[in-house]
């Protein structure tokens, strides 16, 4: 079975950090670009970071800029989301995803739709 797999969230305090994975099932997670995706209560998903799978390109939401970073581990066919200096506003339903035909990021936000299940990340004191 074709799948992402996520691991990873919870409920932190502001400032505090958490990390998310993100496996791939049934596919080879290497062959393409993966993005962290989130969606808080009453607004539109919205993309927060992607990173490629040729050159290890990354890209981030302004944001999070200088507090989550994307890395992925080809050998271990993983991709993590690590996110430092939280805050409420981060609050969301986090989404790692594909679109199964690009090794890069070229229009993520637009063309991935392919999801992981979703994992809430809470940040509150």
């Known amino acids: 079975q074709v799948q992402l797999v996520q691991s990873g969230g919870g409920l932190v305090q502001p400032g505090g950090s958490l990390r998310l994975s993100c496996v791939a099932s049934g596919f080879t997670l290497n062959d393409y670009g993966i993005g962290w995706f989130r969606q808080a209560p009453g607004k539109e998903r919205e993309g927060v970071s992607c990173?490629?799978?040729?050159?290890?390109?990354?890209y981030y939401a302004d944001s999070v800029k200088g507090r989550f970073t994307i890395s992925r581990d080809n050998s271990e066919k993983v991709v993590y989301l690590q996110m430092n200096s939280l805050k409420p506003e981060d609050t969301a339903v986090y989404y790692c995803?594909?679109?199964?035909?690009?090794?890069?990021?070229?229009?993520?936000?637009?063309?991935?739709?392919?999801w992981g299940q979703g994992t809430q990340v809470t940040v509150s004191s």
């Open positions: 995803a594909t679109d199964f035909a690009s090794e890069d990021c070229t229009n993520w936000t637009i063309l991935m739709n392919f």
């Open positions: 990173i490629s799978s040729n050159d290890g390109s990354t």
